[in-house]
């Protein structure tokens, strides 16, 4: 049990001294504390979403999105690299990688007019496809 401890209390003080070195200008051991616990919920949530998005790939569903999405999250910057290089791959993206307010706003009104769409007019379809089927 003791070894246990020992092994934790080493590892707290090389995660403190690398989030100093490399974080922000944390002033007192809780808020460099609070980053060390933010990194390491961004980099779980990030792998759990790029291997959801590995398994979405041959599945019906967004794959490459979800894996866009665990990549933006990973606190790496071979990950943040990588996003630039697909984001640059995408038509319409500048060269530097940013999305244009234009396009954010066209993408929301397209997402917005196809909850409408299905909101009023979703019976009436589903009611189609029974038909047909």
Request: hydrophobic content about 50%; aromatic content about 6%; proline content about 5%.
């Amino acid at each position: 049990m003791e070894d246990h401890e020992s092994l934790r209390e080493i590892l707290v003080d090389a995660a403190m001294a690398a989030e100093r070195e490399v974080g922000g200008a944390e002033e007192t051991d809780t808020q460099a504390r609070r980053n060390v616990a933010l990194r390491l919920v961004r980099a779980v949530a990030g792998w759990v979403l790029i291997v959801l998005g590995i398994a979405a790939l041959p599945l019906p569903g967004p794959g490459w999105l979800i894996i866009l999405l665990g990549l933006s999250m990973l606190p790496y910057v071979w990950a943040e690299r990588m996003v630039h290089q697909i984001r640059r791959r995408i038509p319409g993206i500048p060269e530097d990688g940013k999305i244009p307010m234009s396009s954010w706003v066209a993408m929301g009104a397209m997402v917005l007019l196809a909850m409408g769409v299905s909101y009023r007019y979703g019976d009436t379809v589903m009611q189609w496809v029974r038909d047909l089927v």
